[in-house]
T-cell receptor
Framework: QQQVKQSPQSLIVQKGGISIINCAYENTAFDYFPWYQQFPGKGPALLIAIRPDVSEKKEGRFTISFNKSAKQFSLHIMDSQPGDSATYFCAARRRGSTLGRLYFGRGTQLTVWP | NAGVMQNPRHLVRRRGQEARLRCSPVKGHSHVYWYRQLPEEGLKFMVYLQKENIIDESGMPKERFSAEFPKEGPSILRIQQVVRGDSAAYFC???????????FGAGTRLSVL
């Protein structure tokens, strides 16, 4: 059972456009939601993360929007660049398990055309 | 490079052989996680270890798979009698005692012929 559902599976965006990736979860015990970026042949790298006590977090061109009541969160990439082309994974971790496992979505392959 | 180091990067095994995957965590990290990634799928948790102890192995198959993180040396994920379905990318991640961020290695791509 996929505890974190991610969409779309793939996304093509023009350079300078906004890329939006969505994730949803059911388990209300989740309280930490990171996004990871993975380039081909590399391991995932943490991009940005949020906790449910805030509705939005912004770091440079990357923004997480969080809707606790809907149990949804999304990643927005503003002014998308060809260098942003990668696979993006959302994830979640349970409350009270700071050192615990992450539950990952299936990933979104983003392609940004120049 | 003080990041998570995994080796080998690529491993080819024939059915029935054993595969050993190694992971050296970030210096000073004592928490190690193993994940498996199949094509078109996200990362699936396998096991979480802290020095000399298995904390959570709920994602690891009961048979043929084992993991260890000894007091000295890297963490090892061992797969005995490999089958074609074991072909995947295996990623190791580590974190410090404060938790939160898991740092991932570049992975080991296992191919079973």
């Amino acid at each position: 059972q996929q505890q974190v559902k991610q969409s779309p599976q793939s996304l093509i965006v023009q350079k300078g456009g906004i890329s939006i990736i969505n994730c949803a979860y059911e388990n209300t015990a989740f309280d930490y939601f990171p996004w990871y970026q993975q380039f081909p042949g590399k391991g995932p790298a943490l991009l940005i993360a949020i906790r449910p006590d805030v509705s939005e977090k912004k770091e440079g061109r990357f923004t997480i929007s969080f809707n606790k009541s809907a149990k949804q969160f999304s990643l927005h990439i503003m002014d998308s660049q060809p260098g942003d082309s990668a696979t993006y994974f959302c994830a979640a971790r349970r409350r009270g398990s700071t050192l615990g496992r992450l539950y990952f979505g299936r990933g979104t392959q983003l392609t940004v055309w120049p | 490079n003080a990041g998570v180091m995994q080796n080998p990067r690529h491993l080819v095994r024939r059915r029935g052989q054993e595969a050993r995957l190694r992971c050296s965590p970030v210096k000073g990290h004592s928490h190690v996680y193993w994940y498996r990634q199949l094509p078109e799928e996200g990362l699936k948790f396998m096991v979480y270890l802290q020095k000399e102890n298995i904390i959570d192995e709920s994602g690891m198959p009961k048979e043929r798979f084992s993991a260890e993180f000894p007091k000295e040396g890297p963490s090892i994920l061992r797969i005995q009698q490999v089958v074609r379905g074991d072909s995947a990318a295996y990623f190791c991640a580590s974190s410090g005692d404060s938790g939160d961020i898991q740092y991932f290695g570049a992975g080991t791509r296992l191919s079973v012929l």
